[in-house]
């Protein structure tokens, strides 16, 4: 008989929703976690009363009912809408791209208007790819151009994503921007998901709540005293980088991370939203983000007179940052299969989460899968 059933190395939502599982179903679990606070990249810090999403601000949105449901059941949540704001060269655009984006961008005021002008500004794109016998756009600068036609594309996408990337839009897989919805309504709603919203009190109350009752051990990691972990518990649930937890065997993957300049600003609104994005190349940053517009609405953002706000500057990631966001390219997808193979073959362990499966995960996506694992594999 060992110590555990499940030792949990990571205590972002994948790790703290199957230790919250596994707890119910009668599971010891310990989960250990190298940074020195739990929660994963949903951490915030309390400053000044405005919780600060320390690794990036964090939306919460599904289409799931019994996700929403079970979030919910763990803390309640806010009626936040992400609605952000582009500027580009000083000029504001609304998003997602809708009919206000429309009018902003072209002076287009009804749908009809919209559609013909968009067709127009597909025409050239779909044009080059049909004689070229394409079918299927191979790239994001592709796809986004027959999605939406050159001056959104030129204004509010290139320079965004090429500085978020690190890559030529040219370069990057299509499905990165078929995840931004395009509306025939004056609609600024980000998401298209039926629920949404910030945990009233901030993420921490989700992960105090999924981690309720378990033993946690922060500033562990878990390859400073893998064999130790490992003699303790029947099973490993991992949830850190999958190249790492094979010793870089087949080769290093790669990442973007982020940098976050965060200032405290002595007034009570900087910019009136949340989210800011700067479209621009020729500004260094790609967004900015004002925390305290997630949980106070209203008259209530007067009520602390100072906010703070974070700068997000995109790199390509090195050993001792934190690894953001996988890059989907070929080389890495094809250097993922390999380490997905050796993976099936380790019976003993649980891969999941972001970073273990090297995917473009949301935070609803990764409670479901956690949730839909059957009962009798926990
Ligand atoms: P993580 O939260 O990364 O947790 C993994 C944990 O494992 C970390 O705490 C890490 O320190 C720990 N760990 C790693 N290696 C070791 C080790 N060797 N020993 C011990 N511990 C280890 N999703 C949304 O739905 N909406 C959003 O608005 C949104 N915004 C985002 C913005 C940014 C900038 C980023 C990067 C992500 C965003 N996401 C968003 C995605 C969301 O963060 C993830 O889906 C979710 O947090 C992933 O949870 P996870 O448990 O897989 O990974
Ligand atoms: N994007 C863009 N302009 C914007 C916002 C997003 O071109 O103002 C693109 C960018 O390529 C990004 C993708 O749309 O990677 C998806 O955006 P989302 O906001 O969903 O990305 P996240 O920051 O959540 O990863």
């Known amino acids: ?42 951490y915030c810090e ?16 599904t289409n799931n009912k019994e996700v929403w449901k079970f979030v919910n059941s763990i803390v309640e949540f806010n009626r936040y809408t992400n609605s952000p704001i582009a500027n580009y060269q000083g000029k504001l655009y609304n998003l997602p791209f809708n009919l206000n984006t429309f009018y902003q961008m072209w002076g287009v005021k009804t749908p009809e208007e919209a559609i013909s002008k968009i067709e127009e500004q597909k025409k050239e794109e779909l044009y080059k790819l049909e004689k070229l016998g394409i079918k299927e756009p191979r790239n994001l600068e592709e796809q986004a151009l027959i999605l939406i036609g050159k001056d959104i594309f030129e204004t509010l996408i290139k320079g965004y994503t090429e500085k978020q990337w690190g890559r030529k839009c040219s370069e990057l897989p299509a499905f990165i921007i078929k995840r931004l919805p395009v509306r025939m309504v004056f609609d600024n709603n980000y ?13 921490n109350k989700l ?6 009752g378990i033993e946690c051990i922060t500033n562990a990691n878990f390859f400073e005293n893998r064999n130790y972990w490992t003699s303790i518990a029947e099973k490993i649930v991992y949830t850190g980088p999958i190249d790492e937890y094979f010793d870089y065997c087949c080769g290093k993957l790669d990442y973007r991370t982020i940098y976050f300049e965060e200032e405290i600003k002595d007034i009570s609104n900087f910019q009136g939203n949340a989210v800011v994005n700067y479209t621009d190349r020729s500004i260094p940053y790609t967004r900015i983000i004002e925390h305290k517009h997630f949980e106070y609405f209203g008259s209530e953002i007067e009520k602390i007179p100072s906010t703070i706000i974070s700068k997000e500057y995109s790199l390509e990631w090195e050993a001792g940052m934190e690894p953001y966001y996988p890059i989907n ?12 193979e050796l993976s099936l073959k380790d019976t003993n362990t649980i ?14 996506p990764i409670i479901e899968k956690v949730l839909t694992i059957p009962n009798e594999l926990i």
């Open 1 to 42: 008989m060992k110590l555990y059933d499940y030792i949990i190395v990571g205590s972002g939502l994948f790790g703290a929703t199957f230790a919250f599982r596994a707890k119910q179903r009668g599971k010891k679990c310990l989960v250990i976690e190298k940074r020195p606070h739990l929660g994963g990249n949903v």
């Open 46 to 61: 309390n400053i000044q009363g405005i919780n600060v999403h320390k690794y990036g601000a964090h939306i919460f949105h």
């Open 191 to 203: 998401f298209n998901d039926k629920f949404q919203g910030i945990p009233i009190g901030g993420y």
């Open 207 to 212: 992960i105090e709540g999924l981690l309720d």
């Open 329 to 340: 390219d070929i080389k890495n997808s094809q250097l993922m299969d390999k380490y997905k």
């Open 351 to 364: 891969f999941g989460g972001r970073l273990a499966e090297y995917k473009y995960y949301d935070m609803a």
